[in-house]
Structure formats: structure tokens, C-alpha cells
């Protein structure tokens, strides 16, 4: 396979690397991890099989041979050669025939999956690259020829493209740290709306709103934080972590998001408001 062109930002994905952390070594993974194993499904891959990460579209590759593909993530549609392909669906590609994720109207990240995966060698036993400390598999770029592994088997049918649109309400467990912050902050996260900032990315979800004023004075030692943690530096303002998120941080952190909810903020275009709401069954617990 080659890469013709890359868009704003592509980078691979599969499931992350784990066991490294004692090492100063994120787990990563994809920012959308339904997405992620949507894509792999549809194409008929084996679960943690490598795909691109596209930001807004952009990705153009050619096969040297037959290739089966399938997009997920937004609403953006394959263009293959001069066909259009919906979201969600898997294809059939004809050797030298181009294959292009479009720009999306709604979401941020597509997944590109390949049937086979994409086999660059891994890199602490993952293709995944994370964007803050680095490590992972080169960022693709025009004129990179990447290997294919064998094709596994059928895919699944297939899915829906997400709602991407509509009010965005995460489900939060407050802690480890609200016991920082005063009464009217927590009922202000509760209760109020937030606009996902310019400055967000893979790394966090940046938010603008309401402060949320702290109850004690001083800053905390460095601690260990997870996906899905909103911490919340002295300016008052949210950050929610996503998946090339650091292993520490010195800020109190508030609330953890539910695991699916980080998902969907990590579709968040800026300017989309953002709402928390407390977790009311242990189901929805992260």
C-alpha cells in the first residue's frame, strides 16, 4: 500500500501498549476505541489489527493488489476512484485505484481499516504512535510504502455512521480529588455547559465555561492519572484526558468520564458544548 497524501494529521492506531507505564510509557490507542474496532470488524480483522487515524480527512492510498477497506468514526464517505462509499461500510478496492477519506461534516477522527491490518513492525509491542511522548511507529507520509498482513476472514455487516450532531452529555464518578473543590464548582460541573476549546487534541479535551473555583490553597504532588480524568488547572478550566494522555499530573482531578463518553469527546469538534452528568448505576460506571 501506498501513501499518496495525508491530510491535516494520520497517524496508526491499534490497541495501545501495555505494561510499560512503570517506565514512563503511555498505553495510547485509538482516540474513538469503538470506532477503532468497528473499522477492524467490518474488513474482518483481528482485534487489535493496526489502522489509520485520520483528523478530517484527507488520506489518499493506492494497493499494489485487491484490498478490502471499510471507514468508521464520522460521517466523511470513501471516495474510490470515482465511487462513493458511506461510512460504515466495506469495499472492495481494485489494484492502483485510488481510495480517499473525504473531509467530514461532523466528527473529527476516521478510521481506515484494511483487511489484513496495516504490518509495520511494532514498536514496545504496539503500531500505535503517541502523539505527546513520541513513541510508536513513524507518522505516515506521501511516498511511505506500507506492508498489509494476511487477510483473516469475512467481515461483519454493516453499522450506522454515530450521531456526531446532537448535545453531548458524558457520564462522570466524581474523584478522586472533588473533596478540592467548593460546593457551587461541583454543582457548576453538574450543571453547566462547556464549549470544547481550539487547543484540544489527542493528548485532552480542552473546555471552556463556568471556573470551578478550589476549596483548598497549594498545588498536589504528581500523580498517577487515566484516560477519561478531568483535571482541572488553576485557571479553572477542564481538561479531559484522552488517549495519548500522560501518566502523571499535578492538578486536582474532579470526576473520571465513562469510558464510551471519551470516545465520543474525542469526536468533538471545537465550539461543541459539553455537559457532565453523575453516573446514577454502577452500569454506567467507568
Not at 492519572?225 to 486536582?252: C, E, K, N, S, W
Request: glycine share 14%; aromatic share 4%; proline share 11%.
Amino acid at each position: 500500500m501506498t501513501v499518496v497524501r495525508t491530510g491535516p494529521r494520520v497517524v496508526l492506531k491499534d490497541t495501545g501498549r501495555s505494561g510499560y507505564a512503570g517506565y514512563g510509557v503511555a498505553p495510547s490507542g485509538p482516540v474513538d476505541r469503538g470506532a477503532y474496532a468497528a473499522a477492524n470488524r467490518l474488513v474482518g480483522n483481528p482485534a487489535g489489527a493496526a489502522v489509520f487515524e485520520c483528523l478530517l480527512g484527507g488520506l489518499v492510498v493506492r494497493f499494489d493488489g485487491p484490498a478490502v477497506v471499510a471507514l468508521t468514526g464520522t460521517d466523511a464517505t470513501l471516495l474510490v476512484g470515482v465511487t462513493e462509499v458511506p461510512s460504515g461500510q466495506a469495499v472492495d478496492v481494485a489494484p492502483d485505484v485510488p481510495v480517499e477519506v473525504t473531509t467530514p461534516r461532523h466528527g473529527l477522527r476516521g478510521y481506515l481499516a484494511v483487511a489484513g491490518g496495516i504490518a509495520v513492525p511494532p514498536v514496545l509491542g504496539s503500531r500505535s504512535t503517541d502523539a505527546l511522548g513520541g513513541v510508536g511507529p513513524p507518522v505516515p507520509r506521501p511516498g511511505d510504502i506500507l506492508p498489509i498482513g494476511a487477510a483473516a476472514g469475512a467481515g461483519a455487516p454493516g453499522r450506522e455512521a454515530p450521531d456526531l450532531a446532537t448535545p453531548l452529555v458524558a457520564t462522570v464518578d466524581l474523584g478522586p480529588r472533588d473533596d478540592w473543590f467548593t460546593g457551587p464548582a461541583i454543582a457548576a460541573f453538574l450543571t453547566a455547559e462547556y464549549t470544547v476549546a481550539p487547543a484540544s487534541d489527542s493528548v485532552g479535551v480542552r473546555l471552556s465555561g463556568p471556573p470551578l473555583a478550589r476549596s483548598r490553597a497549594g498545588e498536589l504532588s504528581s500523580e498517577g492519572v487515566v484516560r477519561g480524568a478531568v483535571q482541572v488547572p488553576p485557571d479553572g478550566q477542564p481538561i479531559v484526558f484522552g488517549a495519548d494522555h500522560p501518566l502523571t499530573g499535578g492538578y486536582p482531578v474532579i470526576a473520571v468520564v465513562h469510558p464510551r463518553d471519551t470516545d465520543r469527546l474525542g469526536q468533538a469538534r471545537p465550539g461543541r458544548t459539553v455537559r457532565f452528568a453523575l453516573a446514577t448505576d454502577f452500569l454506567e460506571r467507568p
